[in-house]
């Protein structure tokens, strides 16, 4: 494991990368930690805007999981912002080892600007992306489905991209380590 402030870090030895990306507070740091069924691994923030850095997990000497910068959080400074976009970008578009994108959106929330922003840049890139709708246990039941069709009709992708999760109440996080797992079968870039 290690923490790097930008994104051309090098890790040894060289495996196959999943960063999850989106908004500061999304639940990245919380559905990573589900994932590794470790708690108190990746740092969880009460305030958002928490994970500043490239925090990377290994995982049975075989992938890293990769807790990139939230974006958008709207109370650092713009420049800051335009910062955090711009080594989310570096990464997504340069680097090699990246196997796939888990791209994490709120069930509660429209996708923001930033988020529209985000997705162009991954449809301009050829990896592969999951989405993790998340936090599902913040809405009704009944209201589930449509919170995701809506989400998935925004940013124009749909239902087998995509994996409903929460990480408080441990929903989607087997179906997510799966996904993983098929990623790691045919890297996209290495
Ligand atoms: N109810 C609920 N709360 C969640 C869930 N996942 C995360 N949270 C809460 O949402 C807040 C943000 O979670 P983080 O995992 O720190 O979010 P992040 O995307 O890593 O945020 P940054 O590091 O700021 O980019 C914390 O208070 C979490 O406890 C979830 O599935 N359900
Ligand atoms: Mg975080």
């Known amino acids: 494991m290690g923490s790097f402030p930008t994104a051309d870090f090098d890790l040894n030895p060289q495996l196959p990368e999943i960063a999850f990306i989106g908004r500061s507070n999304v639940g990245k740091s919380a559905l990573i930690n589900a994932t590794l069924q ?26 890293y999981l990769v807790d990139l910068p939230g974006y958008g959080f709207a109370r650092v400074s713009k420049k800051e912002r335009a910062a955090f976009r711009k080594v ?12 796939a994108v888990v791209w994490l959106l709120d069930i509660r929330h429209d996708p923001s600007q930033d988020d529209l922003a985000i997705g162009q840049i991954l449809a301009d890139t050829d990896l592969p992306v999951l989405v993790a709708v998340t936090k599902s246990d913040k809405v009704r039941r009944g209201e589930i489905q449509s919170r995701v069709q809506a989400i998935l009709e925004w940013i124009g992708m749909v239902e087998d991209q995509c994996l409903i999760t929460s990480s408080e109440k441990k929903q989607g996080i087997e179906d997510l380590r799966e996904s993983i797992e098929s990623f790691l079968v045919t890297p996209s870039r290495t």
């Open 88 to 99: 989310l970008e570096q990464y997504l578009t340069n680097r090699r080892a990246l196997a």
């Open 38 to 63: 470790r708690k108190s691994l990746a740092r969880i923030s009460k305030s958002p805007g928490k994970t500043r850095t490239c925090n990377i997990y290994r995982v049975d000497g075989r992938y």
